[in-house]
């Protein structure tokens, strides 16, 4: 368990600290000359169950209301410390503003320095103490007059910190790994070492860890898991991590070391918002912050989504854009102060890590963030895929919430999601949803058919955009890939149809087809086959009849129109889109010239040009002066070379 302090400054949280674990928390030689707390301090107590109870004390100065929000994030019980002599104070109340804006709700509140406050006195505080708490989550807190000097409960105290540490429940430790980084220092003949508190998951000695939002990569060489040697370290533990491969100017408080897969800083976040009821007035667009989420401290301007701003006491959505990325998880609380470090002024929970910077205040993107706001995994999946675009990136879900890594793979079967891969993670959707879009597809397919018998199938990229949900174009691929397995649709290249579907000409173009397919696939000449004219020629036919014949056919996809009158078959188009492939993959920088492309094909330079130029209409190939490469993301618009029979003979 982590305990963390609270009050005003020198009232007498160091010394408590002191009185219950005997470790002197102020480590600082100015802390020990002016005789209060600047910095985090840490203490351990051993308890007779072998456990480990830790101690954040923070400073209670008002220019260090920063750090000790800082040192509020991940602790499990809250001690509030109230001098007997002087009361409630300013920073008694913005300490108890924090943590409740953190959620802190397990608590204790302790009448310090009881030696120098009669019965009146301490009843007069317990009063004020009372009407402080009234609202929020501490409100029903035992208050326990205590007195270091005299001894008075200190050991009342301790034993109801070891009846915490006992009721407490163990943490969850399915997340993935985090740990908020407080402190980073280095240590003779071991190296640098972070410390802070695990938010979430487990280490290991010998794992890889993440240093972000840097993107440092260190591994865990030894662990003291509160202040002990230990081989695990394990969420709501305090921490401290000998890291290997990181210098010590690399990292440092506000940093999280977390699992490499979790690493996805970030500079806008849309957040659920309170407004403390202390604000002279409501929270209004670009409003300058500072940012506290666990150990970090960024400048931030806030806009709230509601046109009139956020009145003190009430609470909103709102959209924080950073100075500088952080590293974050949906669901992590925060807390805002002002940009002069003199008052708290809200705080709450981080909702989408990924947010848009337009239209952040539209009816639907309020949905939204609504079904973000719930807390648990498998709800908020099924609030978002209910909600447009109704389709959810469920790889990023999970990871920006620190889920564990199978968490997706078990809340697709859980709520029997359909997922489509694509490369970097997965994009799913409810099966009723995917049911109506299959279905939609198919439909489209089937009416284009009927309208367009003669052509070979729909263009991918059409069939996309005339559909809902509008898939991005990897996951639509991958629901392509889904339907073709399950016999539904058939792919070639850029091309959609059903499977039973076959482009046909009439009888009599069919029979001057026949004729001509021979002289335009003949393997010895794929690379340089006849123009229109030359094969009216060599078939004794018309030659507008032949160009018009190439144009029926050309639309069916089985051969392509290079240069005016001049049609090759798809089977070349592809071998000669897989040589563009080639020579990108092995000439220096992927660029390439026409000689070199005609060599290839052996052809002569006027014609590879213009094969050339048919590439660069398409968008199969980039050019920059006389250099071309492969566009990748056109790679498959021709699909791979396939073996094409034409009539009379037999294609390699």
Same mark, same amino acid.
């Given at each position: ?349 981080? +909702?989408? &890590?990924? %947010?848009?910077?337009? /239209? ?5 993107? #309020? @949905?939204? =963030? !609504? *079904? ?92 996309? +955009?005339? &559909?809902? %949900?509008?898939?991005? /174009? ?5 629901? #392509? @890939?889904? =339907? !073709? *397995? ?108 026409? @000689? ?57």
């Amino acid at each position: 368990m982590i305990v963390g302090t609270a009050g005003h400054v020198d009232h007498g949280k160091t010394a408590l600290v002191r009185a219950l674990t005997g470790i002197d928390t102020d480590r600082l030689p100015e802390e020990k000359r002016r005789g209060i707390t600047i910095d985090l301090g840490f203490a351990y107590l051993p308890l007779p169950d072998g456990d480990t109870v830790g101690f954040v004390d923070v400073p209670g100065h008002e220019r260090f209301v920063g750090t000790m929000a800082a040192g509020a994030s991940g602790i499990d019980l809250l001690m509030l410390i109230v001098a007997a002599d002087d009361g409630v104070m300013p920073q008694t109340r913005e300490h108890l503003a924090i943590a409740d804006l953190l959620g802190l709700g397990r608590g204790l509140v302790v009448l310090s320095k009881a030696d120098l406050a009669d019965a009146d006195r301490r009843q007069t505080v317990a009063g004020e103490i009372r009407a402080a708490l009234a609202g929020t989550a501490l409100a029903e807190a035992p208050i326990l007059p205590v007195s270091t000097v005299t001894g008075e409960n200190v050991g009342a105290l301790r034993a109801a910190i070891e009846g915490e540490a006992a009721r407490r429940g163990e943490r969850s430790r399915a997340g993935r790994f985090r740990l908020a980084v407080d402190r980073s220092f280095v240590l003779a003949g071991a190296g640098t070492v972070v410390t802070g508190t695990v938010l979430s998951g487990t280490v290991a000695v010998g794992e890889r860890v993440m240093l972000s939002p840097a993107g440092t990569p260190a591994r865990v060489r030894s662990i003291h898991a509160q202040n002990r040697a230990a081989e695990r370290g394990l969420a709501g533990q305090r921490c401290a991590l000998n890291l290997a491969g990181v210098d010590r100017d690399a990292v440092g408080r506000g940093d999280v070391a977390l699992d490499p897969s979790l690493h996805a800083p970030t500079d806008r976040i849309d957040v659920r918002l309170r407004v403390l009821a202390g604000e002279a007035k409501p929270l209004s667009t670009w409003l300058p912050v500072r940012f506290h989420h666990a150990a970090a401290d960024v400048a931030a301007r806030l806009v709230p989504l509601a046109p009139a701003g956020i009145a003190p006491g009430e609470e909103g959505y709102a959209q924080l854009v950073l100075e500088r990325p952080v590293s974050a998880a949906a669901g992590d609380r925060f807390v805002l102060r002002d940009t002069s470090a003199r008052r708290t002024v809200g705080g709450g929970t981080l +909702l989408d &890590l990924r %947010p848009p910077a337009r /239209r952040r205040r539209t009816p639907g993107r #309020l @949905a939204q =963030l !609504a *079904a973000m706001a719930e807390p648990d995994p498998d709800g908020a999946v099924t609030a978002l895929l209910d909600l447009a675009p109704f389709t959810l990136d469920l790889t990023g879900f999970c990871r920006d919430r620190a889920l564990a890594s199978a968490a997706a793979d078990e809340i697709a079967a859980r709520l029997d999601l359909v997922v489509l891969p694509v490369a970097d993670g997965a994009t799913a959707l409810s099966a009723a949803r995917w049911a109506g879009y299959a279905a939609a597809l198919t439909g489209a397919l089937d009416a284009f058919h009927a309208e367009n018998p003669d052509l070979q199938g729909l263009g991918s990229e059409r069939l996309r +955009l005339q &559909l809902e %949900p509008r898939l991005p /174009r990897p996951a639509f691929v991958a629901a #392509l @890939a889904r =339907l !073709a *397995a399950a016999g539904v649709v058939a792919t070639e290249g850029s091309w959609v149809r059903r499977p039973d579907h076959v482009a046909r000409l009439s009888a009599a173009d069919e029979a001057l087809w026949a004729r001509v397919a021979p002289h335009l696939g003949r393997h010895a000449d794929r690379f340089r086959p006849p123009r229109v004219r030359d094969v009216a020629g060599l078939v004794e036919a018309p030659e507008t009849e032949v160009r018009r014949v190439c144009k029926l056919v050309g639309r069916s996809g089985r051969i392509d129109q290079v240069a005016h009158d001049h049609f090759f078959t798809r089977a070349t188009v592809a071998e000669m889109a897989a040589i563009v492939a080639d020579l990108s993959r092995t000439l220096p920088g992927g660029e390439f010239t026409a @000689a070199q492309f005609r060599d290839r094909v052996e052809n002569g330079r006027k014609v590879a040009i213009q094969i050339l130029e048919f590439f660069d209409r398409n968008g199969l190939t980039m050019r920059r002066g006389d250099l071309r490469r492969l566009n990748p993301h056109r790679a498959d618009l021709f699909g791979p070379p396939i073996t094409m029979a034409l009539p009379g003979e037999e294609a390699a």
